[in-house]
């Protein structure tokens, strides 16, 4: 009975411990099991990145605005179907030098899909982008932060790196002085910075908050001596 009971209580504890190293798999920002990703830059700079999802929205080119009035650049995770309903906003991302990444063409949560959705998915918002924008992204940011088999293959038929964030700034439902002290209590170097230009594929989605908060952070995370960076530069750069 003993022997049984172990037996019992090893399979429970296997099926937990499998549990948790997907779960990680899955949402752990640091995770590289299902594809390359980063979710960080070096510590050695005083740098940080502010990247936005789900756009472009109707509401990019105010954004736009800002970050062009205290002259920082950003990195833009599109949407393909965003891009293909406001094509001169995704270039407008482009033309004031900002980044541009890959965040899927109609922003799925990928659990449970198949790799040749996970694939199509990928691949349609890279065709998007690059047809309408001129760009080819290199890095990509899976919807909800879903990682899953068969996304390290379609990353690197696109060669796509991933990226995941040091901070998230939950700007969906946080008012303005919520979202800014997250953000400023997180911040630290290397650090990169989710927020949201858009709400999935929502026409004219309600981003006011977010807008208010990156007004807000700017001045106080460059009167704290940050350096405002892409994820591209953020990352290759280790001095």
């Known amino acids: 009975m003993r022997s049984m009971m172990g037996v019992i209580e090893g399979a429970v504890c296997a099926a937990f411990c499998g549990a948790g190293a997907m779960a990680y798999g899955v949402r752990g920002r640091s995770s590289t099991l299902f594809a390359p990703s980063v979710y960080r830059g070096p510590s050695s700079r005083r740098s940080l990145a502010l990247t936005f999802d789900d756009g472009p929205s109707e509401s990019t080119h105010i954004l736009l605005e800002v970050l ?32 541009v990444g890959n965040h899927s063409h109609t922003h799925p949560k990928f659990y449970f899909r198949e ?39 379609a990353q690197r038929r696109l060669n796509l790196l991933g990226v995941m964030w040091t901070v998230i700034a939950r700007d969906w439902k946080l008012a303005a002085p919520a979202i800014v002290r997250r953000v400023v209590a997180r911040a630290r170097n290397g650090a990169i910075v989710c927020l949201h230009d858009g709400r999935g594929l929502e026409a004219r989605p309600a981003v006011e908050p977010m ?29």
């Open 115 to 153: 790799p040749e959705f996970i694939r199509e998915e990928l691949t349609r918002a890279q065709n998007v982008i690059q047809d309408t924008t001129g760009v080819s992204p290199a890095l990509f940011r899976a919807p909800f932060g879903v990682r899953w088999p068969g996304m390290r293959e």
């Open 68 to 99: 062009t009035n205290h002259n920082i650049p950003a990195t833009f995770f599109q949407c393909g179907v965003n891009v293909s309903r406001l094509p001169e906003v995704a270039r407008e991302v482009v033309r004031r030098g900002h980044e």
């Open 211 to 239: 807008m208010e908060a990156v007004r807000q952070l700017i001045p106080l995370l460059k009167a704290e001596g940050y350096r405002f960076e892409t994820v591209s530069q953020l990352i290759c750069q280790t001095n």
